[in-house]
């Protein structure tokens, strides 16, 4: 059987080894037939502290790693445009 995966957005990455990605679920709705949208977190295994917020990625369904944690990150998809800041460059400026 395979594994589920899902695509989603890192929310958070204050923890150590671990992200929230956010994932997003578009269906019609059974009466109305309108386009709903839905989100959920889970808490996804980064052991490299690699992933930073805003980062889409893909996230699979593995053995559980802690209460809450269920989840693996297993690949980048895409970075934002635009956001590559370093602890050096927040640093400077003052002289």
Not at 51 to 72: N, Q
């Amino acid at each position: 059987m395979a594994k589920k995966t899902f695509q989603g957005v890192v929310v958070s990455d204050k923890a150590d080894k671990t992200v929230s990605v956010k994932v997003e679920r578009r269906y019609a709705h059974p009466l109305y037939g309108k386009v709903v949208t839905r989100s959920q977190k889970y808490a996804a295994h980064d052991e490299n502290n690699e992933f930073r917020i805003g980062d889409r990625v893909e996230i699979l369904a593995v053995r559980p790693i802690s209460k809450t944690k269920t989840w693996k990150v297993t690949r980048l998809i895409e970075r934002p445009r635009g956001i590559e800041t370093t602890a050096v460059e927040t640093e400077g400026g003052n002289a």
